[in-house]
């Protein structure tokens, strides 16, 4: 008889692991860098005052907590992929687009692999090196038998391997998926130009690749809402299907809330109702129905046009805060002569910072500086602040002198 001390032992994920030594940690000049959290200058969560005012609304205006549908609110749904795509009236009530209400961007991840493992028969999945750390987790979870990551980041050189990216995607099997980050690189924070995208639909094209896009930063890559969603537009203009996972966490500081929404492309709508009945029937059986609060939140500020004004002025000041810290890291960097070039850090976007250190550096930063980052060296831009960000340049000197 099995018994669950059987159970192989596995390693925890590494971000909680490092999260949790953070909190384990008693040292006074302790900095976490770890989770994709925006923080205020005094190192405290911030929270968008307009989600805190759409909040009071919602539940002024909450009568009862019924069930929802499995596929969740069709008005949040359709105002998070009009936020995507622009104008989508014709083509919602065409059934050529529609979406589908998830537990976070993780959570439209999830059901949008198994719809494809499930019902379009996909078995190959690729998503780049390096990448968030579960997307190649939620594909093999889903059933996908290959799970390749393609080259994306040129690690001597801290730029994209756009060739190596191309001869990748060029070799993959016909219907294979193909994860592509739509803007805010998570960890590189490097980001496609417009050619480079066209160039890659191209190649996606003849090889009749499935592209599946995550997008969890928009806006938050150039500080434009629309720039940020172009290489989606460009392949819905191609006449693409495809699918794109929403995260809406970052965007409106609304982490615990597990906001997500998944976007469905289509070329023709026929056959639009029997797809919604097979995510939900994946819902169902997984977690019967989504959560009302968070979405009936986000819904809120996208359909009122005063809240969404004051989002809109609010987040690109977030945007404008996550430049500033780049350019004062860099410079810090720079005073202190760390070994090595720093223009990397203006030239990604987006919340993070790949550093690129080995994990003997990560390990000696937490070790002799009390400084939490992940084992690929990915920072948190807004842990840094005006306190900590001296301290930090030089414990980064310090450690690159001593761990070559």
Known sequence: ???FNDVPVVKQNGYIEVYTAFHNDISPV???????????????????PVVKKAENMVVNDTSNHDYLSP???????????????????????????????????AGALKIGAEFLSRHMN???AYYPDPSYEIHGTVFSFCGFQNTIQYR???????SIDFKGLCEDISNAPFHSVVLLHACGHNPTGLDLTKEQWRTVAEIMKERKLIPFFDMAYQGMASGDIEEDAWAIRYFYSEG??????????????MYNERVGNLVVVLKSGYNTHSLKVHFERIISSS???????????????????ELY???LSSFKSMVYRIIEIRKAFRKALEEESAPGKWNHITDQKGMFILLGFTDSQVEYLRHFHHIYIVNCGRINVTGLNTKNISYVAKAINDTLRKNI
Not at 72 to 99: H, N, P, R, V
Not at 240 to 253: I, Y
Request: aromatic residues 14%; glycine residues 10%.
């Open 1 to 3: 008889m099995v018994q």
């Open 30 to 48: 302790k900095v976490d860098l770890v989770f994709g959290t925006f923080r205020k200058e005094d190192g405290g969560l911030y929270l968008l």
């Open 71 to 105: 596929i969740g609110i069709e008005g949040f749904t359709k105002s998070a992929s009009k936020l995507l795509l622009g104008d989508i009236e014709k083509q919602w009530k065409d059934g050529t687009i529609f979406g589908v209400q998830s537990i976070g961007g």
């Open 122 to 124: 996909c078995t190959t």
């Open 152 to 158: 994306y980041l040129s690690r001597e050189n801290k």
């Open 240 to 253: 693409f299907e495809f699918l794109c996972a929403q995260s809406f966490s970052k965007m409106f500081t």
């Open 287 to 305: 977690y019967s129905n989504p959560p009302n609060h968070g979405a009936r939140t986000v819904f809120k500020i996208l359909s009122n046009p």
């Open 309 to 311: 004004d004051e989002w």
